[in-house]
């Protein structure tokens, strides 16, 4: 059966693929950058909308590039390699609980909790540096892992190189990450194997080579890339108003459909004494220790600690212990994720044959009990790649209006502007860089929020959304509400 799930799962993450648009805001960034990186040829500095972004270092730009070199610019080659990724992580994820638990069974289940947990599964399916990173960070750990247990320093070499594509993914912290866990776990389990000098020359040699592109863009763009990082790495730290324990209330969502039995994972894995699962406790606290800490809050935050929870929960959920809290927690989970599709299908009028999805997980509450949370995740997640995809589509029309304005001036010569809101992935379907915050000059083309500018009368008219898309839940309330839906125009300025 677990083979079965676990092909219907891979076949998911490509399943309507190309089909959304790109998401607003921060897709948007990452889209158009590395389109610009294909058009110009300049790796290096990422340019967003005609300006320099250097948030974050260029791997994932690059990662996306080669999808647009094998799949062309579109939308499918924009997520392709972020979807196989994912996939690959799922395959690191078993690898590593099968080292420690030697239990085929665990492992394969500690990769399917991974594959359907919803925060990954949609970050897995949209362009940004969380799933790389993630990969990245885990492949490292597994990597020393096996160098550990069989003293293989060409294995230790392969995981600070790792490490070192985490950082030119998204910073400091794909350092700070793998090095915590193995710090922290060997200072509990084998103190003595911290004094072996391998570790700090590796360090030495790997680590501050690994910030060329930080050091490229320093000497470069010297302005932009202190206050950058300055925001990026410092001011998040202290800057913020989300409480300390935002990370465990956002796990009940994020982590669907095992959400509340990996909480009971970790006290079982405390009070059982399950040693070979200690590295796995020390990844998951230290993820969102380090992270709760941080002012600045944002869910996707704590994904490099995924692995580590659906190793944990896979162990628990088979074990032999605790049967009631699995069987009442599994139970009410998959009647949980089995209501929100009936009732969401009836609430946005879907086609009711997308109700038969809530169904499906029911007969496991009757026979294997600790899987039904996994039916019950997958059937969601082929509900929302299909009817909610389709659906809110019918709301986003960037497309249509980037080609419109390329119709308008095929030959780009005009200066193009938004008033009244700036659609983040305009810049992308119109091919052209587009200005903001400025009052237009003529001639030029404008896009206009109705009612914010009168310089000339539109020629066509779109409802377009005026907040961000990454509020997934927000953003589908709202199309159904009517509300943050405002009708746009475009026009020629002359």
């Known amino acids: 059966m677990l083979y079965l799930l676990l092909l219907i799962v891979a076949a998911n993450y490509y399943l309507n693929l190309g089909l959304s648009q790109v998401w607003m805001p921060n897709e948007s960034f990452y889209a158009e950058a590395s389109k610009n990186m294909m058009e110009t040829g300049d790796f290096l500095t990422p340019y967003y909308n005609g300006n320099v972004r250097i948030e974050k270092p260029p791997l994932t730009y690059w990662i996306v590039s080669l999808g647009y070199y094998l799949f062309g610019i579109n939308e499918w080659g924009l997520r392709f390699f972020h979807a196989t990724l994912g996939l690959l992580l799922g395959i690191i994820t078993f690898l590593l609980s099968y080292e420690q638990s030697k239990n085929y069974k665990v492992s394969l289940l500690s990769a399917l909790i991974l594959l359907t947990s919803f925060q990954f599964f949609a970050n897995a399916r949209y362009a940004s540096p969380e799933i790389p990173f993630t990969f990245f960070i885990a492949l490292s750990i597994y990597f020393w892992l096996k160098a550990y247990k069989k003293n293989h320093i060409p294995l230790l070499l392969l995981a600070f190189i790792c490490s070192t594509l985490a950082i030119l993914t998204k910073g400091p912290a794909g350092f700070v990450i793998p090095a915590g866990v193995v710090f922290f776990y060997l200072l509990v389990s084998d103190p003595k194997e911290l004094l072996k000098k391998r570790y700090y020359l590796l360090t030495l040699l790997l680590i501050p080579p690994s910030f060329w592109w930080h050091i490229f863009e320093f000497f470069s763009h010297k302005k932009e890339f202190l206050e950058v990082f300055y ?264």
């Open 231 to 494: 925001v990026e790495n410092l001011k998040r730290v202290y800057a913020g108003n989300d409480p300390f324990y935002f990370y465990f209330l956002d796990t009940a969502v994020s982590f669907m459909p095992y959400s509340f039995l990996v909480f009971f994972a970790l006290l079982w894995t405390f009070i059982k004494k399950k040693k070979e699962l200690t590295i796995f406790v020390v990844w998951l606290l230290l993820v969102f220790l380090i992270f709760s800490f941080i002012k600045s809050k944002i869910p996707v935050y704590v994904l490099p600690a995924y692995p580590a929870m659906a190793i944990l929960t896979a162990n628990f959920v088979l074990s032999s212990d605790w049967k009631s809290i699995i069987k009442y927690s599994s139970t009410f989970i998959t009647l949980l994720i089995s209501s929100a599709i009936l009732l969401t299908t009836f609430y946005f009028q879907l086609e009711t044959a997308y109700a038969v999805l809530a169904l499906l997980p029911l007969p496991f509450l009757l026979r294997n009990y600790a899987i039904a949370p996994l039916v019950a995740g997958i059937a969601f997640l082929i509900f929302a790649n299909t009817g909610l995809l389709h659906y809110l589509e019918s709301f986003r029309h960037y497309k249509e209006v980037g080609n419109f304005i390329k119709n308008l001036d095929p030959s780009n010569t005009l200066k193009t502007y938004q008033v009244g809101y700036f659609h983040h992935n305009l810049p992308f379907y119109a091919d052209r860089t587009i200005i903001r915050d400025r009052y237009p000059e003529k001639p030029s083309i404008v896009i206009f929020k109705i009612g914010s500018f009168e310089g000339c009368k539109p020629t066509k008219l779109w409802k377009l959304y005026t907040s961000s898309e990454s509020r997934f839940i927000t953003f589908l309330l709202d199309t159904k509400r009517g509300k943050r839906l405002e009708e746009f125009g475009v026009c020629l300025y002359n």
